[in-house]
T-cell receptor, first 112, second 112 residues
Framework: QKEVEQNSGPLSVPEGAIASLNCTYS??????FFWYRQYSGKSPELIMS????GDKEDGRFTAQLNKASQYVSLLIRDSQPSDSATYLC????????????FGRGTSLIVHP | DVKVTQSSRYLVKRTGEKVFLECVQD?????MFWYRQDPGLGLRLIYF???????EKGDIPEGYSVSREKKERFSLILESASTNQTSMYLC???????????FGSGTQLSVL
């Protein structure tokens, strides 16, 4: 069973701080990595995708991938209350399967 | 704009009823998925389809079946609904393995 692990949280940060969300995965050959945001009662929506080692930045969001250590993280700079949501990590494994495996999500609370 | 439409936002059914959940996408995507989401358990894959009339079991197919007669439509069928199938059901589609999933708005099913 290929696994994706996330700390369920909640992770609580003050407004304006950096929120750091982490995800580890078991399949060393995994190819594609995705971060989705899910507001309560809504469906997931993609924030970032990353495919190669290193950092990828998009506005206040930075995804970091380290394939040797098998982890991917999401940094949210200048966190806002509107960032309060559950963040889902998804990993597409190796071996020809293109079905992404989702972590259980980390709940983020940004308090004013 | 990309769209995945699920026929019902809320549904209440009785134990033993046959239940149909419909999903339609307008993006000509090859791949479609059905997930269920329960608190603390994250997204779990029920079935997916990579082409018309093709289907593959996901992690929790028991008690469910699917139908994909046309490319744009993927239906989830609960043959005889049970109370443990009360859940949020999410349909998704994607064009190819390295692309993100596009999610529908979800169907909250209650089986009484």
């Amino acid at each position: 069973q290929k696994e994706v692990e996330q700390n369920s949280g909640p992770l609580s940060v003050p407004e304006g701080a950096i929120a750091s969300l982490n995800c580890t995965y078991s399949d060393r050959g995994s190819q594609s990595f995705f971060w989705y945001r899910q507001y309560s009662g809504k469906s997931p929506e993609l924030i970032m995708s990353i495919y190669s080692n290193g950092d990828k930045e998009d506005g206040r969001f930075t995804a970091q991938l380290n394939k040797a250590s098998q982890y991917v993280s999401l940094l949210i700079r200048d966190s806002q209350p509107s960032d309060s949501a559950t963040y889902l990590c998804a990993v597409r494994p190796s071996g020809g399967s293109y079905i992404p495996t989702f972590g259980r999500g980390t709940s983020l609370i940004v308090h004013p | 704009d990309v769209k995945v439409t699920q026929s019902s936002r809320y549904l209440v059914k009785r134990t033993g009823e046959k239940v149909f959940l419909e999903c339609v996408q307008d993006m000509d995507h090859e791949n479609m998925f059905w997930y269920r989401q329960d608190p603390g358990l994250g997204l779990r894959l029920i079935y997916f389809s990579y082409d018309v009339k093709m289907k593959e079991k996901g992690d929790i197919p028991e008690g469910y079946s699917v139908s994909r007669e046309k490319k744009e439509r993927f239906s989830l069928i609960l043959e005889s609904a049970s109370t443990n199938q009360t859940s949020m059901y999410l349909c998704a589609s994607c064009p190819n393995p390295n692309e993100k999933l596009f999610f529908g708005s979800g169907t909250q099913l209650s089986v009484l």
